[in-house]
Structures are given as structure tokens and as C-alpha cells.
């Protein structure tokens, strides 16, 4: 039974960075794809970043590149997403997801291929 727990959301001011952890319970296959979403009020939900465990590849969505950096830690089995220089477009409710893949992450970020989600953080920026 695959969990997965978000935390470290908040309210910061623009300009300010903020560091989101998932913890992921049950996740022991190492070949896969943990991503992060977002979803905005009023919006619909779009992929941030994705980083495939096997090889360690990253790949991020246009608008959050160069500011936003995805990492696995394998010993504590937990994703992080790094959000520096935040704006308040990036005020949204964060997921953290996972699905099992011996090709790690498809790109562009595909939200269907995401079979474990977590419930979710909020930020705000403003």
C-alpha cells in the first residue's frame, strides 16, 4: 500500500524560497517516476516537475525552470521540491505523485500515468 505525505507548505513573501518534502510509505520499487503538481483555485492542475528514480533524471515545466529543483533522498525514501525566487503565480495547492515505470518520467508530464498521489500542501506567495 503505497502513501504518500506532503509537508512544508506556507505562506512567504515574493522573492522567498520554500522547501517541500513528501514522504513516500510503501514505494519500494526503484524504478519509477515521483513528481509534483500543482493546482491554483479556479485553475486546472499542471505538472512542476518530475525525477525519474532510475538514473536520476529531472525534468520541470517551462514556467518553474531555473527556479524550482526536484531531488529523491533514497535513504529516507522521501522527494523534495525546492522553490526559490517564488512568485505569486505559484500560489496553488502542491502534490507530490508516483507511479512504477522501468523507463522512469515520460515528458512532457503526463498526470494520467501518476497512480499514487499524495493530498496535498498549500502555498501562497504574495
Known amino acids: 500500500h503505497v502513501q504518500l505525505v506532503e509537508s512544508g507548505g506556507g505562506s512567504v513573501q515574493a522573492r522567498e524560497s520554500l522547501t517541500l518534502s513528501c514522504a513516500l510509505s510503501g514505494y519500494v520499487d526503484k524504478s519509477g517516476c515521483l513528481g509534483w503538481f500543482r493546482q491554483a483555485s479556479g485553475k486546472e492542475r499542471e505538472g512542476v516537475a518530475t525525477?525519474?528514480?532510475?538514473?536520476?533524471?529531472?525534468f520541470y515545466a517551462d514556467n518553474v525552470k531555473d527556479r524550482f529543483v526536484i531531488s529523491y533522498d533514497d535513504t529516507t525514501n522521501a522527494v523534495f521540491l525546492q522553490m526559490n525566487y517564488l512568485k505569486p503565480v505559484d500560489t496553488a495547492m502542491y502534490y507530490c505523485?508516483?507511479?512504477?515505470?522501468?523507463?522512469?518520467?515520460?515528458?512532457?508530464?503526463?498526470?494520467?500515468?501518476?497512480?499514487?498521489w499524495g493530498q496535498g500542501t498549500q502555498v501562497t506567495v504574495s
Open positions: 505523485a508516483a507511479y512504477f515505470s522501468a523507463l522512469g518520467c515520460a515528458t512532457p508530464i503526463a498526470a494520467p500515468l501518476f497512480k499514487y
Open positions: 525525477h525519474s528514480t532510475r538514473g536520476g533524471r529531472s
